[in-house]
């Protein structure tokens, strides 16, 4: 191996991890909002609500 191709594989690696660091981040800043998502959608199925009760479709 020669030392182009070292260099080549050390820049890829680190493009790599600097990829997978952003993402990590994004995900865990966003993290509160979809909690906060996710105990509402329990909420809801709890309470035992029609879905569609809040709309009325006219007949006919």
Known sequence: MKWDQVTLVILAAFGC??????????????LP???????????????????GSGTRQDEG
């Open 33 to 51: 909002q979809i909690i906060r998502a996710w105990r509402q959608v329990r909420q809801e199925l709890s309470s035992g609500a029609d879905p």
């Open 17 to 30: 991890i600097t990829l997978l660091m952003t993402q990590i981040s994004e995900v865990l800043a966003r």
